[in-house]
């Protein structure tokens, strides 16, 4: 295993990667909605929009990071911001948000913004690095289904 991020390659992500993602995402610890959002279909979808800008940290040929940055036109926001527990603190999420940030100004995106679980102290230490202001907000949400 790689000891430096530099061996680490960020390129955006295909449809062929999808079960990596998936993989990666339970792997960091994460619950991917597969019935829903983060399905191959959704993915699929997802990838073909112009506002999505999905990244994977690769070394060599494993995908040990992961980011799909989107925007609604207004803001960017960060999602499924994850790193492989073998490869944390290495920078390799700071290298993320980093690109994604600079693919969504290109877009004419100057706000970024990302939803953090309160008990996520790593992911606001993260953040906060990276210069985001966080700051405690009720989040509403309604789901359609269940597994959306
Ligand atoms: C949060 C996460 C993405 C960070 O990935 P990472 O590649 O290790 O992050 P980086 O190496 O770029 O860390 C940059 C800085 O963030 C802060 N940070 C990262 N992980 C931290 C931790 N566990 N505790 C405290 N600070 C932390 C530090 O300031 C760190 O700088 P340093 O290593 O020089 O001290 C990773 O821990 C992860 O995948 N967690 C599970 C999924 C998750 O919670 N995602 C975020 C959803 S909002």
Redesign the pocket.
Known sequence: MARG?RSVRIRRLRLADHPAVVGLLRA???TPRTRGRDGRAAFARQLRSNRTRYLGAFDRTRLV?VVLGTHDTRKGW?N??????G???????????RECERTLRKAGIEMFA????GD????E??????GYDTGRLIYARKKLRPDV
């Open positions: 991020s960091a610890g994460m990071g960060i499924r911001l994850a790193v492989h527990p490869y944390r603190r290495r920078g390799v999420a700071t290298r993320l948000v990302a939803l953090i679980e996520n102290a790593a992911s230490a993260l953040f906060r690095k990276l």
